[in-house]
């Protein structure tokens, strides 16, 4: 089987869907976390995050990088995306809109204090309709705490991400996104979380890094 290491910033951000997947399949695994920016000309396209994908049968190592690409890669390597495209393509859909609600919220810290308000407003509309669309898809999965059937999936993995990356140790720029994301966290999401923890397959990664519970369950 093949090992992998994994860089990024010490910080959810963009990788903690990644964290999630390696741990969830079992893998070996590794986290680097280079020195920034002493380390940025050593990266693929300067960025990350980046996988490194060692092979077990000794080919030439696999380097990818963008948190997107990365995630799909191992998702469908380790069976957490259906093998049919369309199937994949509804839990793909909703890792973009979640993506889209992280980059607004970073534009709108970003702009001149004249555009701000407009700029989270934007925010606040994409978010809503996230969690709304989220919330439905678990009500019309028998609100199991699983968005698609009843085993973890990409979906699953992603959206609990998006929860750790607002709500535990968020980065500076995220220090006043834990109350504003807590209030509008729905049952049905606050379950999702809940679910997604007590998975056996990522019992050492929440027992590690701590989980979502005083934060979904403590309205």
Known sequence: MASYIFRYFNVAGFGETTRLL??????????????WPLE????PFGRLPVLIEHS???????????????ERYVARTYGFLPAD????????????RLNDVVLAFFAHKSVSEGERQSMHDKFEELLDKVVAVHSELLRKNGNNGHLFGTELSFADINTYAFLRMFLINPMPSLEHSPQLVKAKLTPEIAKLAVTVEADPLLEAFVSKKGGLAEYVLHK
């Open 22 to 35: 390696l741990t969830a399949a079992k893998v070996d695994w590794s986290e680097e976390n280079p020195e």
């Open 40 to 43: 940025k000309p050593n990266q």
């Open 56 to 70: 077990a049968d000794g080919s030439p190592d696999l380097v990818i990088t963008e948190s997107g690409t990365i």
């Open 85 to 96: 495209p369309l199937n994949a393509a509804l839990q793909e859909q909703l890792r973009d």
